[in-house]
């Protein structure tokens, strides 16, 4: 039987640069790239991860209610991020775009290392 932690040697955390909305004809990133993304906005890859620190969680192991309130907030800056992107790109705002896409990919470096971290087995 498969537990959450299995899931994770599927996540990877890849530069999306917020290119997401599955247009591949014009350079954006392809669905099935996608699908195990924990860094593309429009992806449930992150529920994947976060599933495996809830168990981690509820199992007591030390340091994992802090690993899944940084993963919550790893969330909300990666949909941020996004928002952001598409409010500047509607404005025209190539320096709010540049922003928006900096602060995209600062989280996903994070959830990078989250990731590595929870690969970790718990002890």
């Known amino acids: 039987m498969r537990t959450p932690s299995d899931d994770l040697a599927a996540l990877h ?3 999306c ?7 591949e004809d014009r350079g954006f990133c ?7 993304n924990l860094a593309c906005a429009h ?18 192991v030390p340091g994992a209610a802090d690993a899944l309130a940084r993963w919550h907030a ?6 941020q991020a996004d928002h952001d992107r598409t ?3 509607s404005a025209g705002d190539r320096a709010a775009v540049a922003a928006a896409i900096a ?14 971290e929870a690969r970790v087995p718990a002890a």
């Open 13 to 15: 955390v890849r530069a």
């Open 17 to 23: 640069r917020l290119a997401h909305e599955g247009r």
């Open 30 to 36: 392809q669905r099935a790239a996608r699908a195990d």
């Open 43 to 60: 992806t449930m890859a992150r529920w994947r991860l976060k599933a495996a620190l809830d168990a981690r969680v509820a199992a007591g």
């Open 74 to 79: 790893l969330d909300l800056a990666v949909g």
């Open 87 to 89: 409010r500047a790109e």
């Open 103 to 116: 602060a995209h990919d600062e989280a996903a470096a994070a959830l990078a290392a989250l990731l590595a």
